[in-house]
């Protein structure tokens, strides 16, 4: 799998690509770590190249929400295909996440919610 990382102000963003798996999910926990480890912990996840994920990427993912609103910040999801909105949906965590078709929108729903407050 391959980390794609870069800021968006204070949006931050994780672009993933191939299998979101056992193998693979320590390293994005620990992203997901530093990336809301100060508030505001904004983060975009765009799972747009992401051909797989398992329980353990679900945890992970789960975490970083937990973690990020804590801090008064969200995780927000882009560009799931078919096969991984469906694991979302069958496990009911696309009512947990905000979940956007591409990250442009992801990142401009965090843009609206700052200009309203």
Same mark, same amino acid.
């Given at each position: 799998?391959?980390? %794609? &990382?870069?800021?968006?102000?204070?949006?931050?963003?994780?672009?993933?690509?191939?299998? !979101?798996?056992?193998? &693979?999910?320590?390293?994005?926990?620990?992203?997901? $770590?530093?990336?809301? @480890?100060?508030?505001?912990? $904004?983060?975009?996840?765009?799972?747009?190249?992401? @051909?797989? %994920?398992?329980?353990?990427?679900?945890? &992970?993912?789960?975490?970083?929400?937990?973690? @990020?609103?804590? %801090?008064?910040?969200?995780?927000?999801?882009?560009?799931?295909?078919?096969?991984?909105?469906?694991? !979302?949906?069958?496990?009911?965590?696309?009512?947990? !996440?905000?979940?956007?078709?591409?990250?442009?929108?992801?990142?401009?729903? !965090?843009?609206? %919610?700052?200009?309203?407050?």
């Amino acid at each position: 799998m391959e980390l %794609l &990382t870069r800021s968006e102000g204070d949006i931050k963003i994780l672009g993933l690509s191939g299998r !979101f798996d056992i193998q &693979t999910a320590h390293e994005v926990s620990k992203w997901m $770590q530093d990336a809301t @480890s100060s508030p505001p912990a $904004q983060v975009v996840v765009n799972l747009s190249d992401v @051909s797989f %994920l398992d329980s353990t990427a679900l945890s &992970t993912l789960v975490q970083g929400l937990k973690r @990020s609103r804590e %801090l008064n910040g969200d995780v927000r999801l882009c560009g799931l295909h078919q096969p991984v909105r469906m694991i !979302f949906e069958l496990t009911r965590l696309d009512k947990a !996440f905000e979940i956007y078709n591409t990250q442009e929108d992801a990142i401009q729903a !965090f843009n609206i %919610l700052e200009s309203t407050l």
